[in-house]
């Protein structure tokens, strides 16, 4: 086992902690075959106490899937919060919004089906405006995903990415796959970018925080 996978591996243990209608949401994601692309227990961990922390009220989220992250997202913030998450692929948009009205959470969820940056210009056209963001979706385009998120995004609101690590691979010189190669620009992009405070974590298959100046 990895160094990087042997301490994902004792954070899980350690700290991480899902009720247990997430783990009937994982079962329906598994069940589906998209659990390798949903976030894994110890990001959940992380990103529920980074809500608290920040107590975000309106959050918008590229990538769907199963719905996992948005209902952890509504489960957290206020009653008079509200989280729109975004995803393309018709496939899972019965899976999302049935996990989500199974929780009871579908009131404090708009799911829109729609291409990323097309629905994200759309809510901007229309002057919604977020204090948190998640990015977990076409890796190509998380610099433009970020571009918008900016647009939208109130003072101190933090943007989340996913992924950036990818598996710990993205400091490897000799990994050059799409993703990866995506991930580090996204990376260096955003580390030089004076409008926001960053750091990378190594939670789950790596998360980069930027937050709005």
Same mark, same amino acid.
């Given at each position: 086992?990895?160094?990087?996978?042997?301490?994902?591996?004792?954070?899980?243990?350690?700290?991480?902690?899902?009720?247990?209608?997430?783990?009937?949401?994982?079962?329906?994601?598994?069940?589906?075959?998209?659990?390798?692309?949903?976030?894994?227990? &110890?990001?959940?961990?992380?990103?529920?106490?980074?809500?608290?922390?920040?107590?975000?009220?309106?959050?918008?989220?590229?990538?769907?899937?199963?719905?996992?992250?948005?209902?952890?997202?509504?489960?957290?913030?206020?009653?008079?919060?509200?989280?729109?998450?975004?995803?393309?692929?018709?496939?899972?948009?019965?899976?999302?919004?049935?996990?989500?009205?199974?929780?009871?959470?579908?009131?404090?969820?708009?799911?829109?089906?729609?291409?990323?940056?097309?629905?994200?210009?759309?809510?901007?056209?229309?002057?919604?405006?977020? &204090?948190?963001?998640?990015? &977990?979706?076409?890796?190509?385009?998380?610099?433009?995903?970020?571009?918008?998120?900016?647009?939208?995004?109130?003072?101190?609101?933090?943007?989340?990415?996913?992924?950036?690590?990818?598996?710990?691979?993205?400091?490897?010189?000799?990994?050059?796959?799409?993703?990866?190669?995506?991930?580090?620009?996204?990376?260096?992009?955003?580390?030089?970018?004076?409008?926001?405070?960053?750091?990378?974590?190594?939670?789950?298959?790596?998360?980069?925080?930027?937050?709005?100046?």
């Amino acid at each position: 086992m990895s160094e990087f996978n042997l301490t994902k591996k004792y954070i899980e243990e350690t700290c991480s902690y899902e009720p247990d209608f997430f783990n009937q949401i994982r079962d329906s994601i598994i069940a589906a075959g998209i659990n390798e692309m949903s976030i894994d227990a &110890d990001s959940a961990q992380f990103l529920r106490v980074l809500l608290k922390t920040t107590g975000a009220k309106n959050v918008l989220e590229l990538g769907t899937l199963g719905g996992y992250s948005a209902i952890l997202f509504a489960s957290i913030i206020p009653a008079t919060g509200h989280v729109t998450t975004i995803d393309n692929d018709v496939r899972y948009h019965p899976l999302s919004q049935g996990n989500a009205e199974k929780t009871g959470y579908k009131d404090k969820i708009t799911f829109i089906c729609n291409d990323g940056l097309k629905a994200m210009e759309q809510l901007a056209s229309e002057g919604a405006t977020f &204090d948190f963001f998640f990015i &977990d979706a076409a890796k190509n385009s998380y610099i433009n995903y970020y571009e918008w998120a900016l647009s939208m995004a109130k003072p101190g609101a933090m943007i989340v990415a996913d992924n950036t690590l990818w598996k710990g691979e993205v400091p490897d010189p000799d990994k050059t796959s799409n993703p990866i190669r995506a991930m580090r620009r996204f990376n260096e992009y955003v580390s030089q970018d004076e409008r926001v405070d960053v750091i990378i974590t190594t939670t789950g298959d790596g998360m980069t925080l930027a937050r709005v100046k």
